[in-house]
């Protein structure tokens, strides 16, 4: 490998490229430092400057799937994995539900909300004996793409309007807290917006601890765009009828039958849903 490549970002932009970033992430995701060895050395091979970062990821995808470690290429491929949860925000909408649930909460999508000044369609609306949220859900194709401080800006608006009306979820109460939550990450502003304003905003890498990463993580909830068995008909046919989940194929197998989805392709689907969930 040449002693200065550079890459290019999603965003357009250009950055050198850094096995020790690489590293960082294969670790991150489960794998052994023997794998994480070997797929770098095949990356550092053949990587070539202005490769794309989607490339490099690709690269290292497949290479770490040839590992057989099914929990880390899991683990590794996840960020991938909630950008194919679109094209449309629906989906992503229901498996943020999914999410609410694992953690005591009630959960309903697509809800009407009258607020002192208008009506607002909000995305989630999550509640428990302790507090009643509202969640904006923004979903993004791209893993360039970031909400920025206008969409922060937006969401705390529609919150202050709703917080002075009572609803009735969980018997009549105010809201308590207005969420942003995205698939992908926020800019600098936004985040510092949310944290001025009290804005909750959970993103792939925010906050800290806590972040929508740490949360499918701990609740073992991965979408089924994880896995690598199935074809995009039939993942489009699989969110479309409301399986978002992992854990949703392994509950209702015989869902994929009466979907159509043929016997050997079902049970190959089944199988690596289980090694998804380590079930």
Same mark, same amino acid.
């Given at each position: 490998?040449?002693?200065?490549?550079?890459?290019?970002?999603?965003?357009?932009?250009? +950055?050198?490229?850094?096995?020790?970033?690489?590293?960082?992430?294969?670790?991150? =995701?489960?794998?052994?430092?023997?794998?994480?060895?070997?797929? @770098?050395?095949?990356?550092?091979?053949? *990587? +070539?400057?202005?490769?794309?970062?989607?490339?490099?990821?690709?690269?290292?995808?497949?290479?770490?799937?040839?590992?057989?470690?099914?929990?880390?290429?899991?683990?590794?491929?996840?960020?991938?994995?909630?950008?194919?949860?679109?094209?449309?925000?629906?989906?992503?909408? !229901?498996?943020?539900?999914?999410?609410?649930?694992?953690?005591?909460? +009630?959960?309903?999508?697509?809800?009407?909300?009258?607020?002192?000044?208008?009506?607002?369609?909000?995305?989630?609306? =999550? /509640?428990?004996?302790?507090?009643?949220?509202?969640?904006?859900?923004?979903? #993004? &194709?791209?893993?360039? +793409?970031?909400?920025? @401080? !206008?969409?922060?800006?937006? @969401?705390? =608006?529609?919150?202050?309007?709703?917080?002075?009306?009572?609803? &009735?979820?969980?018997?009549?109460?105010?809201?308590?807290?207005? /969420?942003? @939550?995205?698939?992908?990450?926020?800019?600098?502003?936004?985040?510092?917006?949310?944290?001025?304003?009290?804005?909750?905003?959970?993103? /792939?890498?925010?906050?800290?601890?806590?972040?929508?990463?740490?949360?499918?993580?701990?609740?073992?909830?991965?979408?089924?765009?994880?896995?690598?068995?199935?074809?995009? =008909?039939?993942?489009?046919?699989?969110? &479309?009828?409301?399986?978002?989940?992992?854990?949703?194929? *392994?509950?209702?197998?015989?869902?994929?039958?009466?979907?159509?989805?043929?016997?050997?392709?079902? #049970?190959?689907?089944?199988?690596?849903?289980?090694?998804?969930?380590?079930?």
């Amino acid at each position: 490998m040449p002693k200065a490549v550079y890459v290019i970002k999603a965003s357009g932009e250009r +950055e050198l490229f850094s096995e020790e970033k690489l590293r960082a992430s294969l670790a991150r =995701a489960g794998a052994t430092p023997a794998e994480i060895e070997t797929v @770098v050395m095949h990356v550092s091979d053949e *990587i +070539e400057d202005e490769m794309t970062t989607d490339h490099v990821y690709r690269h290292a995808f497949m290479v770490l799937k040839d590992l057989h470690n099914p929990q880390a290429t899991r683990r590794y491929s996840l960020r991938r994995a909630l950008l194919e949860l679109g094209p449309t925000g629906f989906p992503f909408e !229901k498996f943020l539900g999914h999410l609410f649930k694992s953690r005591g909460y +009630e959960t309903q999508t697509d809800q009407m909300m009258q607020g002192r000044c208008v009506s607002h369609e909000v995305d989630l609306v =999550a /509640w428990n004996s302790a507090k009643l949220v509202m969640v904006e859900a923004k979903f #993004h &194709n791209r893993i360039g +793409e970031k909400s920025d @401080v !206008k969409v922060a800006l937006y @969401v705390k =608006a529609r919150f202050d309007d709703l917080s002075e009306t009572q609803f &009735n979820y969980g018997g009549r109460r105010l809201l308590d807290e207005g /969420w942003l @939550v995205t698939n992908t990450k926020f800019t600098d502003n936004a985040i510092k917006f949310g944290e001025c304003a009290g804005l909750t905003m959970i993103g /792939w890498n925010h906050p800290a601890k806590g972040s929508i990463r740490d949360l499918i993580e701990d609740a073992n909830l991965h979408p089924i765009t994880c896995l690598q068995s199935i074809s995009s =008909a039939e993942r489009e046919l699989l969110l &479309n009828n409301g399986m978002v989940l992992c854990k949703q194929v *392994i509950d209702a197998p015989s869902e994929l039958a009466r979907l159509g989805v043929a016997r050997e392709k079902a #049970h190959a689907i089944l199988t690596e849903a289980r090694l998804v969930c380590g079930a």
